[in-house]
C-alpha cells in the first residue's frame, strides 16, 4: 500500500513567468520600413518578420498557488513513483520541495527559489516577441 506524501485539497505554491508591460516600438534593424538590406538585396525584415515594429515587454516571476486534484501511481520497474495533479500540471512526489524548482509546499519555501531565480535572472529582464 503506497501512502502519498500529500493530500488532494492541498494547495501546492509554483513560479511563473508572467510578461507584462507590453508596448509596441518600431524594429530596430529595419527602423520600421518591414525591409531588411543584406549585402545590397532586400529582405522581408527577419527580426519584426515584416510588421516594421516590435512588442516589447518585461517579465517577472511570480507565485501562483494551486491545489493537488489528484494523483497516479506509477510502476517503473520495481520503482513506485506517485505524480500528482496539481492544477493541470503532472508532478512527481520527489520533485516536490525540490531546488530544481516545480512546486513548493509553502509559499516561504517558493518565496526562497523565487529569490535564486531572480538573482540568476537580473541580467536578462526584457525580451521581445511578436505574437
Ligand atoms: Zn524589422
Redesign the pocket.
Known sequence: MIQPKYEIGQRMYHIIEERYDWQEKE?Y??????M?DIKGEKFS?P??N???V?NICKKRYVIKGEVINGYDVRKINDDIEIVYHIGHYGIEEKRINSSGGYFFTSKGRAKTALEKLEFHAAIDTSSSQNY
Open positions: 524594429c534593424i529595419c527602423e520600421g520600413t518591414t531588411a525584415c527580426k519584426c515584416g510588421y516594421g516590435l
